[in-house]
């Protein structure tokens, strides 16, 4: 049966397990220990069972309970982020006392939870099988449609017992996880739950994290007394590897705080680091530094969402191999399917018309005012991108006969006719991988928190950013860029044409500002959008090529890498069919 709905423990699965801590005040009181329940159901308060136990090490007993879970385990969360974007209902149950967790619970436990079942209000904990039927009750499901995961053996017999699918979870700190319960997590609900891997050290993707820590300590980005605990590498992406640092420890030395104070050790910090792949690539491509520069001067001077960069390593193989830069992490949730199959018809609605705001405030940006000036040429953007993808399919095909793909020729043929006739709009900075995966969405907001993957960014022409996100987005549901999606197309997302017109509707005023006689405008209208859609089909073709080509090579992010291949002519034909079909005009005509 498929699974509806996973049940989390909070204490020893998303919050580190206190059983570490707790060790080290043996021998424990029998009363003192017995009395946990009580506390936990509801009975004795926290300040009565602290009084009664005081002699008892019941203080604490109290302290290393609260001081082991204050502090969520991240990864986890993304977990539960992942599992919740697929539409699969997510509960916790949890034996616990008012004030057990912090703020923790509020902030990031009951936005995330469609069932938030806590022992002491309900006076009933763990393993009491009444405690997990009040979870199923609240979430509507049966035994068999849910999956639990908890730390405790007893806790795990009780939901086997009752028909739930039980998974053993052992999270014993905030750096860390257990991937053999998440492998098993993944069998139960048929897809990857958690969104980044653990690299074991002779991986080919694997870091220094010691030479990464001097870096950041050198560059006063951690604090001498921070270090970074561990790292993943994120699952998604072809290009260029990408990764998530916890660092933990101090934000500031002993020292620097007021009256010798321990300094802050209350948040873990995670880094983003994104590098450029190692060994052999193309001299044009995987320009990590030009990333770094885009994000920067995006964060200082605009709007637009984007993270906070921190700091760019070139030219220093001593580092991790190659060039790289540094980001904050973003709390937020990254979707891959673009049918947003379990969401509501009003959020899908929304994410789509912020997707589209956020290219708007995108292409409005100012690039000469805000230092990108010599970013990329303007000029005939389409004819210099014909002539960049070309050159560099044709050096990956080379010369044997065999790797020839004819339908790529012919497209290409049919682009350099016709790419002459699409109107001319003033230049903007354009996004050139701009999808509904290359965003990030608030945690439990429909709004898009963050663009990313810039590496194709350049100054060019901005409708090739609107249709490219299009024909991604059919690339998609076909399955080209993974297992297609297993949902049907969301009724609330706005079919391609409305949301080319959303967009145009809203550059209207901006391109009428900048550029009063061009030729696009009163009213916005582009009469051959097809000629931009096959542009964008033969594109993600050679892209898709190089991805190809990288793997042959032995230096592709993913080992989804090999498949790609197969996909080009298909994509070359697609944009073929559009080559032969009547101009279609959009716009607010």
Known sequence: MNKRAVIFDLGGVIFPSPVVQLAKLRPLDRQ?????????????????????????KGVEIIRVIEEAVRRPNHVMLDVVDSIR?????????????????????????????????????????KPDPAIYRRALEVLSMKPEESVFLDDIGANLKAAKELGMTAIRCNTLNVDEVDDEALKQLDQAVGFETCPTDSLPHDHRHAIDAQSVERFLKGKNILSQDQRISSYRKFKQGQSNPTYVLTCTGSREPVGNKPHGGSGDEDETRRIVLRKKPSGVT????????????????????????????????????????????FMEMVESRNIIDPNLPFFSCDDASKMYNSLCDTLVALHQVDYKAIGLEGFGKPEKFFERQLDRWSAQFKAEVGEDPS?????????????????????????????????????????????????????LATIGHPFSDVALLTVYHDVVRDGFLGPKPRGECNPGIPSDLDFVERYLSRMQSHLSNTSPASTALSPLVVPNWNVITAFCYWRIAAIFHGVYHRSKLGNASSPRASTFGKAVPILAQKGLVLANKPAAKVGMQ
Not at 37 to 45: A, P
Not at 91 to 112: H, L, Q, V, Y
Not at 403 to 423: A, H, S
Request: aromatic letters at 6%; glycine letters at 8%.
């Open 85 to 125: 974007a697929r539409g699969i209902k997510v509960g916790f149950i949890t034996n616990d006392w008012e004030g057990c967790f912090g703020d923790a619970i509020k902030t990031k436990i009951e936005p995330r939870a469609d069932a938030l079942v806590r022992s002491h209000q309900v006076g009933l904990r």
């Open 32 to 56: 003192a220990t017995v009395a946990i329940g009580d506390l936990e159901c509801g009975t004795l308060s926290r300040d009565e069972y602290q009084k009664k136990f005081r002699d008892a």
């Open 282 to 325: 193309l001299p044009t491509a995987h320009r990590v530094d030009r990333e770094y520069r885009l994000l920067s001067a995006l964060g200082k001077n605009t709007n637009v969402p984007v993270p906070k960069t921190l700091a760019l390593c070139k030219d220093d193989p001593s580092v991790v191999g190659s060039d790289c830069y």
């Open 403 to 455: 790797g020839q793909i004819p339908e790529m020729n012919e497209l290409e043929t049919y682009l350099r006719k016709e790419i002459g006739t699409v109107p001319n709009v003033p230049p903007s900075i354009i996004h050139g991988d701009f999808r509904i995966d290359n965003v990030l969405f608030h945690p439990f907001r429909p709004e898009v928190v963050s663009v990313l993957d810039v590496e």
